[in-house]
């Protein structure tokens, strides 16, 4: 079985520059997140998609980020115009479905850098 | 809000030792928590995942613990290698519809040959 599939796995831009990630989940996963992890902290949460609709989306600093699921399958982070606090790896997980147990399947993330 | 902790922040030990990582989190109510390890340059790969109604889980050489009561979760490594050597994350997800899992900052292990 395919895992999470990102890219691109690595990006360098100035600042006010824009950038945009992908990301093809497991087949069959209905659920999409989209984490940061700034260098050692732990991941956080900043979009969740069930199929093609936004679950929470609470923490996208939204006047910078936006993402989108059209066809509840493949997703596209994009920030625009980038900071430099916005240096993190972007990591893709998807799972099954709702309910317990279902475990979550991440991808290995696209590190950003911004200069 | 939800925070989870993670003691130590790095820990070195010589391999073979048995160890303990420690997780902690502020709000009791939560659906499950999980178990993950980061390699370097990569993702997250899930090790252990303790429904709420559940005291423990076992694979291998890991055994992990929940005391949801007192808001502690811990992740013993037995026997421990060289191949051990990466950062061990815990995650809580949350009893709400967003089933938002939050992350703890994670331990970094150095199993020393």
């Known amino acids: 079985e395919a895992g999470v599939a990102q890219s691109p796995r690595y990006k360098i831009i100035e600042k006010r520059q824009s950038v945009a990630f992908w990301c093809n989940p497991i087949?069959?996963?209905?659920?999409l997140y989209w984490y940061q992890q700034i260098l050692g902290q732990g991941p956080k949460l900043l979009i969740q998609?069930?199929?093609?609709?936004?679950?929470?989306d609470s923490q996208l600093p939204k006047d910078r980020f936006s993402a989108e699921r059209l066809k509840g399958v493949d997703s596209t982070l994009k920030i625009q115009p980038a900071k430099l606090e916005d240096s993190a790896v972007y990591l893709c997980?998807?799972?099954?479905?709702?309910?317990?147990?279902?475990?979550?399947?991440f991808g290995e993330g696209s590190w950003l850098t911004v200069v | 809000k939800q925070e989870v902790t993670q003691i130590p922040a790095a820990l070195s030990v010589p391999e073979g030792e048995n160890l303990v990582l420690n997780c902690s989190f502020t709000?009791?109510?939560?659906?499950?928590l999980q178990w993950f390890r980061q390699d370097p340059g990569k993702g997250l790969t899930s090790l252990l995942l303790?429904?709420?109604?559940?005291r423990e889980q076992t694979s291998g050489r890991l055994n992990a613990s929940l005391d949801k009561s007192s808001g502690r979760s811990t992740l013993y490594i037995a026997a421990s290698q060289p191949g051990d050597s990466a950062t061990y994350l815990c995650?809580?997800?949350?009893?709400?519809?967003?089933?938002?899992?939050?992350f703890g900052p994670g331990t970094r292990l150095s199993v020393l040959p």
């Open positions: 997980a998807s799972r099954v479905l709702r309910g317990t147990g279902n475990t979550i399947y």
């Open positions: 087949s069959g996963h209905a659920t």
């Open positions: 998609f069930q199929n093609n609709g936004v679950v929470d």
């Open positions: 709000d009791s109510a939560i659906y499950n």
């Open positions: 303790i429904q709420s109604s559940q």
């Open positions: 995650a809580v997800r949350l009893d709400n519809y967003g089933q938002n899992f939050v």
